[in-house]
C-alpha cells in the first residue's frame, strides 16, 4: 500500500512543481512510510524516499519503513534537511503549514534560505480523502467495537451513576474488545448537558428522565472511528420523542441521497432542512459529516459551502442533531464508505430510541 501511496504523492508533486516534500505530521508520516514512531520526518524526492529519525527509533523504522531509507539524524534534523536539499539539488520544496509548528518552520526556512517553501497540504488531503481496502477494514473494525461497546453500555447505565463511570465503562470495552486506544474527544453528555455538542464526561450523576448522548470512538492501526447514539432513562417525553425523531427522520433522509456524484454541501441541506422545517434550525449548528481516517476530523466535511463531490472510497460520517439549551440534545451517526453505486454503512446499531429501565438488577 506505502508503493502506491508514494506513487500518487509524486504524481501530484509533479502537477504542482514540487522537488521534494518533507514531510513532519504524525498522520501523514505513517501514512506514506508506515512508521508509528513519536519523533521523525521523511523527505520524498521523485527518486528518493528517506527517513529521518533519532536513535531512539532507527530499528523501529528500518523494520516498519521498508521502502524508506532510514537516517539517524543525531538529533540535527535540519542540518540533515540542508543537506538533502543540497545533494538532490532541491529547489522547491513542500512542507505543511497547517500543522508544522512556527518553529520549526523557521528552522526549515533558517536551514535553506535559497529553497522556495511551497504549501503542499491539499496533496495530503487528496490522497487520504480516498481509502483503500486496507484502511477501510481498519474503519470497519474499529466501529464494530463501536456497536458492541453500545449494545454493552445498554445493560450497565443506571440512575445514580455518573457521566464519568458511563465513559471509563465504554473506553475499557472498547479497550478490552481490541481497540488500541479511543478517541481524545468522547463525548458523554446527560440531562440538560446532553445539549452539548462536544461536552465531555463530568461528575454529573444521571437521573430518570435524562437523555444519555454518547459520542465514541475506536482507533484501531491508528484510524478512528466514530459513533453516536442518544438513549434516554426511563420513559421518555413527548418534547424528547419529538426531538429525537425528527433527528432520526433528517439522518434517514441524507443516507437516503448519499452516493458517488453527490455534492457535499447539498447533502447538509438535505437534514438541515428537515430540522429547520421542524421549526428546530438554530439547533442544528454543525455539519452534516466529516470525513475521517488518520485523523478524526479529515477532508471533506458535508457542511455549507464545501463544493466536494463524493467519489467511490471516501468514508464519511453522518451525524445530524438537535441541541436545545436547558433541555438536552440527540445526536445519531452513522460512518459510512461510499461505493461505485451508493454506500455501506458501517455501523450497525440500532436507531430507534433506546429507552432504559430505571431499576437496578
Given at each position: 500500500?506505502?508503493q502506491?501511496r508514494l506513487?500518487?504523492?509524486r504524481k501530484?508533486?509533479?502537477?504542482?512543481?514540487v522537488?521534494?516534500?518533507?514531510v513532519?505530521?504524525?498522520?501523514?508520516?505513517?501514512?506514506?512510510?508506515?512508521?508509528?514512531?513519536?519523533?521523525?520526518?521523511?523527505?520524498?524526492t521523485?527518486?528518493?524516499?528517506i527517513?529521518?529519525?533519532?536513535?531512539?527509533y532507527?530499528?523501529?523504522?528500518?523494520?516498519?519503513?521498508?521502502?524508506?531509507?532510514?537516517?539517524?539524524h543525531?538529533?540535527?534534523?535540519?542540518?540533515?534537511?540542508?543537506?538533502?536539499?543540497?545533494?538532490?539539488?532541491?529547489?522547491?520544496?513542500g512542507?505543511?503549514?497547517?500543522?508544522?509548528?512556527?518553529?520549526?518552520?523557521?528552522?526549515?526556512?533558517?536551514?535553506?534560505p535559497s529553497?522556495?517553501?511551497?504549501?503542499?497540504?491539499?496533496?495530503y488531503?487528496?490522497?487520504?480523502?480516498i481509502?483503500?481496502?486496507q484502511?477501510?477494514?481498519y474503519?470497519?473494525?474499529?466501529?464494530?467495537?463501536?456497536?458492541?461497546?453500545?449494545?454493552?453500555?445498554?445493560?450497565?447505565?443506571r440512575?445514580?451513576m455518573?457521566?464519568?463511570?458511563?465513559?471509563?465503562?465504554?473506553?475499557?470495552?472498547?479497550?478490552?474488545?481490541?481497540?488500541?486506544g479511543?478517541?481524545?474527544?468522547?463525548?458523554?453528555?446527560?440531562?440538560?448537558r446532553?445539549?452539548?455538542?462536544h461536552?465531555?464526561?463530568?461528575?454529573?450523576v444521571?437521573?430518570?428522565g435524562?437523555?444519555?448522548?454518547?459520542?465514541i470512538?475506536?482507533?484501531?492501526k491508528?484510524?478512528?472511528?466514530?459513533?453516536t447514539?442518544t438513549?434516554?432513562v426511563?420513559?421518555?417525553?413527548?418534547?424528547?420523542?419529538?426531538?429525537?425523531?425528527?433527528?432520526k427522520?433528517?439522518q434517514?433522509?441524507?443516507l437516503?441521497?448519499?452516493?458517488?456524484?453527490?455534492?457535499?454541501?447539498?447533502?447538509?441541506?438535505v437534514?438541515?432542512?428537515?430540522?429547520?422545517d421542524?421549526?428546530?434550525?438554530?439547533?442544528?449548528?454543525h455539519?452534516?459529516?466529516?470525513?475521517i481516517?488518520?485523523?478524526?476530523?479529515?477532508?471533506?466535511?458535508?457542511?455549507?459551502?464545501?463544493?466536494?463531490?463524493?467519489?467511490?472510497g471516501m468514508?464519511?460520517?453522518?451525524?445530524p442533531?438537535?441541541?436545545?439549551?436547558?433541555?438536552?440534545?440527540?445526536?445519531?451517526?452513522?460512518?459510512?464508505?461510499?461505493?461505485?453505486?451508493g454506500?455501506?454503512n458501517?455501523?450497525?446499531?440500532?436507531?430507534?430510541?433506546?429507552?432504559?429501565?430505571?431499576?437496578?438488577?
Amino acid at each position: 500500500m506505502q508503493q502506491k501511496r508514494l506513487e500518487k504523492l509524486r504524481k501530484k508533486m509533479q502537477e504542482t512543481g514540487v522537488d521534494a516534500v518533507f514531510v513532519s505530521s504524525v498522520e501523514n508520516r505513517y501514512y506514506f512510510s508506515n512508521f508509528r514512531g513519536s519523533a521523525g520526518a521523511l523527505f520524498i524526492t521523485e527518486n528518493h524516499a528517506i527517513l529521518l529519525t533519532d536513535f531512539r527509533y532507527v530499528d523501529q523504522a528500518k523494520k516498519e519503513a521498508s521502502l524508506f531509507e532510514v537516517i539517524n539524524h543525531n538529533r540535527e534534523l535540519f542540518s540533515y534537511v540542508k543537506r538533502l536539499v543540497e545533494t538532490h539539488h532541491v529547489q522547491t520544496l513542500g512542507i505543511e503549514y497547517e500543522s508544522l509548528p512556527v518553529e520549526e518552520f523557521l528552522a526549515v526556512k533558517e536551514a535553506v534560505p535559497s529553497v522556495s517553501l511551497e504549501k503542499v497540504d491539499h496533496l495530503y488531503y487528496d490522497i487520504r480523502m480516498i481509502k483503500d481496502e486496507q484502511e477501510i477494514e481498519y474503519l470497519r473494525q474499529g466501529v464494530s467495537y463501536c456497536d458492541q461497546a453500545f449494545e454493552h453500555i445498554l445493560s450497565f447505565i443506571r440512575p445514580g451513576m455518573t457521566e464519568m463511570e458511563v465513559g471509563l465503562e465504554l473506553e475499557f470495552f472498547m479497550r478490552k474488545a481490541g481497540a488500541e486506544g479511543i478517541k481524545a474527544n468522547h463525548v458523554i453528555a446527560s440531562g440538560e448537558r446532553s445539549s452539548l455538542p462536544h461536552g465531555q464526561a463530568t461528575d454529573r450523576v444521571i437521573q430518570v428522565g435524562d437523555f444519555v448522548k454518547m459520542d465514541i470512538g475506536a482507533r484501531v492501526k491508528g484510524y478512528y472511528s466514530d459513533f453516536t447514539r442518544t438513549v434516554v432513562v426511563g420513559e421518555p417525553s413527548e418534547k424528547q420523542l419529538e426531538i429525537y425523531n425528527i433527528v432520526k427522520k433528517a439522518q434517514l433522509a441524507a443516507l437516503k441521497e448519499i452516493g458517488p456524484g453527490k455534492v457535499c454541501s447539498e447533502l447538509d441541506e438535505v437534514a438541515r432542512s428537515i430540522i429547520r422545517d421542524a421549526g428546530y434550525g438554530d439547533n442544528f449548528g454543525h455539519s452534516l459529516g466529516h470525513s475521517i481516517g488518520l485523523a478524526v476530523h479529515e477532508k471533506p466535511a458535508m457542511r455549507y459551502g464545501d463544493q466536494t463531490v463524493l467519489q467511490p472510497g471516501m468514508v464519511i460520517t453522518v451525524e445530524p442533531g438537535i441541541y436545545i439549551p436547558g433541555f438536552g440534545g440527540v445526536r445519531i451517526e452513522d460512518f459510512v464508505v461510499i461505493t461505485e453505486n451508493g454506500y455501506r454503512n458501517l455501523t450497525t446499531a440500532t436507531k430507534e430510541l433506546q429507552v432504559l429501565s430505571v431499576y437496578t438488577s
